[in-house]
């Protein structure tokens, strides 16, 4: 006859680590080439897909963000006029499929298409930072208002080169992160 364990004498359950995610497990677990298709929807720097690839296995969400957000830390100039490769202007949004395209919709989503007053006034706006600084305005588009966009963009105008570098590469920083964060959620 089979003795039933009392509850008393069954192993303690082992609780599951409360930060992880079936994706973050499916990463960690891919290989190399796997791991960086994943995650390349994030930003268009193959040496920084490379580098948090590297850094294989992540805990948890949290490890893999904040490890990721270490390694932004090395952009430069040349990093952000890589990367603007796959950003459309700010109420451009891109006609493609593709995931990409599919987040730049999305993230540009409160730039409203019907608002004429709004579309011209970033129109010209971008053509003004593109004439001062020499490549497209980035900002994080998600959770801004369109009024929002356009009055960082004026902002922004005023800055003088180096700062506004870093305040550029500080937006590709937050969308990148943003992305990456809604991958592994
Ligand atoms: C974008 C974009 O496509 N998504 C986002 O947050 N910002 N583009 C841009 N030029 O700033």
Known sequence: MCEVAGAENLPPEQPLPADTSPALTAFNQASAEEARRQISHCVALSDWCAAVVAGRPYATPDALLRAAEELTQ??????????????????????????????SRREQGSVSEEDVALKQALRAGNLAYEQ?????????????????????LQ???????????????????????????????
């Open 74 to 103: 090395a952009w430069d100039g040349r990093a952000l006029g890589q990367a603007l490769s796959a950003h459309p202007r700010i109420g451009e949004k891109p006609q493609g499929a593709g995931k990409e395209a599919d987040l």
């Open 132 to 152: 001062r600084f020499g490549r497209v305005f980035l900002i994080r588009a998600s959770g801004r208002s369109g009024e929002e966009i356009l009055a960082a």
């Open 155 to 185: 902002r922004r105008l005023a800055n003088d080169a180096q700062q506004e570098q870093r305040e550029a590469i500080s937006q590709l920083r937050e969308i990148t992160l943003l992305r990456l964060k809604e991958t592994f959620q």
